[in-house]
């Protein structure tokens, strides 16, 4: 009897450590790009701002991917032989589109809304982690929905300035329970409560 | 039935016994056994008795757990749905996910209708109304709800066809080059853009002897031709009903689907709304042999013969001598130019004189009755065109956008008299029946794929233009007729700029602009014509029907109409208003003739006349005049590869050439055979009283009392807050309020709601056993006697209670309240027991038995809203008030700081409406419409009495003061 007991507990215990896992939830997994897009190189090296190429993330759901065309404003002058930008080039000239891999994707029962969040003060890297520091782009957090309510409940300590949100090194200052207790009433945040309302994200 | 606890029993009897008068099916009404099952039966929608043992099981469950470790498996990157794929380069007025509106125009019978069309990442997904649009004013129908599922339906014509095999344009180009020149004659349906008409003219110069032909099968243009004979000029009649007090109906169609349904429905609802609030309302008084919806509305109906009406068209003002006609004699008694007196399209020509010389006489005329030259263009009609092609006449037939070889009376021989032309074109969306007797067959553009203008029923010209690229090789009307008349052919956009840039005034491009925008020609509506009637006007002495004989009316199908959406899977699986029949059509029969012949509905019957006859399933249908049947068309297609195939029977089989909407003489036999009729009448009953609240006008309101802010929710916020619950924004209340005076039943809004929350259909089967998916519902009661009873139409959404049962049955708290007063349905929390469906008392609740969604074709997923999940099975689904839309406008409304104005949130059904019979909003917003309407004196709740406080309410139907009208 114990021993079946233990059998049961030991699975149920596997079964939990996979559920989490990176096997499952694919943090820290960079799958394999039409490119190998970098963008340590092109955020932390160069200084480019999110909005450049995610040009929907203010005011849609979706942030959006940059269209051939944005990475051939610099790519028809800089590196315009590489050997490795021979997909960015041929999209171009045969009107392909790149087929890009999801790195962050989220059930079909849920819908995220990008331009809010970034209206309301949660800075991008507090879901896509440091993407300044990402050679490959991987996915920074499991995006469960623990993750998303352990924000949703209390959002405070979350909660940066608006000229902070698109800081990818943005890191809680000390005093964030005050600060962040300013920023809901400055920013009009409804209560932890409301804010876990089925509906918020599920339609 | 026989466990029951015998107290039960009686309190059941005593239940049903307060039911009061209402009634929905003659099932109930009689109370007979099979009704009472479904109705005491807590899942009548679950599979009876077909249990599974447990070897059986087992079996299952180790297939299905085999499967589930293979589907691990996958590679997830693998998967096409994780692919990102963005623009190569992204066209500045593209915003991916976000939604994009087009003014455009829907089509009923060549006639326009304004309309917004939506559109997510480049396809249309849904149709609304257009509220700046004069005509329409924001009203849609279910022909134009329906339309996108057309757009993307997988069955359209994708191919040239060449006698019936796919060819190419290339080998069209030369034959079309070649056409001859004389015997040329071209077939359309009715006519109403002005370019297409110059297009026409245009080629009728090219070739001088080209005759035009139109063909409309649920239109005689009667209405017209009476004009022409009471007024010596053809002439289209609207209506101000502001200016009435009194509207009569002789089998009159201002409510019933059609050209005409929007801007009449909307203009009658806001007139009679009017009426109400001063105290004097608008009556109609309507007699009708077979039931409509304008019948349906009647405030004093009579159910009369066809020949009763025609006589009584030519007798009124003066009554006759029941109750009805003398109040009616009453009501027109002092011609001062506030009554107006209607007939419906179907009705005769000399019914149609009759009422133009009765409107003259009562000083109508540019009062109530307007009369406007003829919006769609005359042209020569189908019986010409078969005399025609019978006498050799015809070298070349080119038929466009029409189906005659189906929907034309089988007597006018169109088919045969076909096959004596040499050379026969076809374009239609569909390679249907007429396309398989052509030798050619071009497919035709959709409307939201195509540029084009066209007319409402009051003159309006409305523009259509694409929301997308041509789905398949399809080409417009004018594309084809330029393939006929030019030497370098042009495409639509061309065409049309061509056409208005000579005739806008100004700077064109501009004035253009601005027309795309509002989708429609600014003041472009038809202007009074002044009339003198013309002598004549005799009283012809209708055919009686003999002893032993029926009188056939034809009417069009009330949903499909003419069979012009016969494969379209929602308007097949939406219950037609009145008899809540899917999938089928039926021969209506009267209650009196059913049981004098012994007739129970399903008996397939066999009618009879000149030779020609038709079998179809009866149907008991109350209010049918006594010694009548009525058929409708569009239904009993033989084209294979449809989805309407071998659906219904075909009414054309028996349907006259003259006069193609009644048969006074016809025999009537059982066959012996029955055929299983699928009705939803009586899914989904509500045991309670007080469903339906009729409202005198001037008498004691029958609304509820005190029904305003102190009972909105509002205890639970408090209760589930949060340490950081800092509630800094005021919580609204979102609610409802349905008129159900202003309700026509017309079903707008049920294909409005299943198009935006991506409804799935269920087929036939599945609805019989009460699987519906609709999650608004419209409820039809009958009250009184089933010869002539009193008709309540009930649209039926989730109530969103605030004391909400099915919360509390839930087990696993998949649906819940959120702050906001929604009852929210949580489908990835659902386990589907069903249990909340067992405790809703308004039978709102919907259950993925099967996987619904799953293997739809590529192309109808494309019509799904990207903002609502699609249901898988095992799911319980329900109204959720569009809470997409609330989450849109809140989401607009936090990122601009500005509160959600009132109307801003429009839930699908209140778009779609015609008669503004929806308000929503949010009722803790003191200014809001929805909050003033939840305090009108009429304001109930349904089965308010349970207590579980309904944020849907309902204002009761007016009636008009007793005494005389």
Known sequence: MLSLLLL????????????????????????????????????????????????????????G????????????????????????????????????????????YVYFNHSIHVAKGVGCSSCHGAIDRMQLTARAQNLSMQFCLDC?????????????????????????????????????????????????CHR | ???????????????????????????????????????????????????????????????????????GCDDPDDDPRSKEIPYVEQPREAHPGQVMRYASSTLIDGHANGVTVLTRDGRPIKIEGAPAHPWSRGGTDIAGQASVLDFWDPFRSQAVLRLGRPDDWDSLRPVIEALPRDGLHLLTGPVTSPSLLAQIRGLQQRFPGLRWHVHAPADAFA???????????????????????????????????????????SRWAEARRASAARGTLLTLHAVAPTPTLTSSKADHLLVAAQSDIERLAHRLPDGGDDPWQKRVAQALANADGSTMVVAGAWQPVSVHEAVHRLNARLGNLGRTVLPIAPVAAQAEDLPALVQAMQRGQVRTLVMLDVN?????????????????????????????????????????????????????????????QPTILPLYAGRTVPEILSLLTDAQPQDGQTLLRAYWRTRMGGNFDTAWHQALLQGFIADSQAGPVAVTSAPGGGSPTPPATPPGKVDVLFRPDPVLRDGAGANNAWLQELPKPLTRIVWDNAVLVSPTLGKELGIVAGDVLRLEADGRAVEGPAWIMPGQAARSVTLTLGYGRSNPDMLATGIGYDAALLRPVANSFHIPSASITRTGRRHQLVTTQDHNTMEGHDLVRVQQVGAAPVGDKADTADRLYGGRAASGSSPADTGTTATRAWGMVIDLDSCIGCNACVVSCQAENNIAVVGREQVAEGREMHWLRIDRYYEGDAASPATHFQPVPCMHCEDAPCEVGCPVEATVH???????????????????????????????????????????????????????????????????????????????????????????????????AISFGDLADATSAVRAKRQDPRNYSLLGDLGVKPRTTYLAKYEPAAGPA
């Open chain 1, 8 to 63: 049961v507990g030991a699975s149920a215990l596997t079964l939990e450590l996979l559920q989490h896992s990176s096997y499952i939830s694919r943090v820290g997994i960079a799958p394999e790009q039409p490119v190998p897009f970098s963008h340590k190189h092109h955020v932390g090296e160069l200084g480019l701002d999110c909005r450049y190429c995610h040009t929907g993330v203010e005011a849609s759901a979706s942030a």
């Open chain 1, 65 to 108: 991917l940059p269209p051939t065309h944005t990475c051939m404003t610099c790519h028809s002058q800089l590196w315009t032989g590489a050997a490795m930008l021979a997909p960015v080039r041929d999209s171009l000239a045969h009107d392909m589109p790149l087929a890009w891999v999801r790195v962050n994707r989220l059930p079909d």
């Open chain 1, 152 to 200: 949703h409940r209390n959002p405070a300590m979350r909660l940066r300035n608006p000229d902070q949100v698109w800081n990818t090194e943005w890191m809680p200052p000390a005093d964030q329970a005050a600060r962040g207790k300013a920023l809901l009433a400055q920013y009009h945040i409804r209560s932890g409560a409301q804010l876990s309302d089925c509906s918020v």
């Open chain 2, 1 to 71: 039935m026989s466990r029951e606890h015998p107290g039960l029993a009686t309190l059941r009897g005593r239940l049903s016994a307060q039911h009061g008068a209402l009634w929905r099916s003659l099932d109930q009404l009689d109370g007979n056994d099979a009704f009472r099952r479904f109705l005491h039966t807590e899942f009548p929608n679950a599979s009876p008795g077909r249990g599974v043992d447990r070897r059986a099981f087992l079996r299952l469950m180790a297939a299905s757990l085999s499967l589930a470790g293979l589907a």
């Open chain 2, 223 to 265: 209405a017209r031709t009476g004009a022409a004979r009471a007024f010596g000029q053809p002439l289209d009649m609207l209506y101000d009903f502001s200016q009435a007090r009194t509207v009569v109906s002789l089998d009159g169609d201002i409510l019933d689907p059609g050209p005409r349904q929007v801007g009449l429905a």
């Open chain 2, 404 to 464: 005659p070889v189906q929907d034309a009376p089988s007597s006018l021989g169109f088919a045969q008299a076909l096959e004596r032309v040499p050379m026969k074109l076809h374009a239609g969306l569909y390679a249907d029946e007429t396309a398989a007797a052509c030798d050619w067959h071009i497919p035709l553009a959709h409307p939201l794929e195509s540029w084009g203008d066209a007319r409402a029923a009051d003159g309006t010209i409305g523009l259509i």
């Open chain 2, 818 to 916: 959120d702050h906001e007063g929604l009852n929210v349905m949580v489908y990835n929390r659902c386990i589907g027991t069903r249990a909340c469906s067992g405790y809703c008392p308004y039978k709102v609740r919907r259950f993925n038995y099967l996987d619904y969604s799953a293997g739809a074709a590529p192309q109808l997923a494309e019509q799904r809203n990207p903002d609502v999940t699609v249901r898988a099975r095992g799911v319980m689904e329900k109204c959720t008030y569009c809470v997409q839309r609330i989450a849109e406008g809140r989401i607009d409304s936090d990122k601009t700081g500005n509160p959600i104005s009132d109307g801003t949130v429009r839930t699908a059904c209140q778009t779609a409406c015609p008669t503004q």
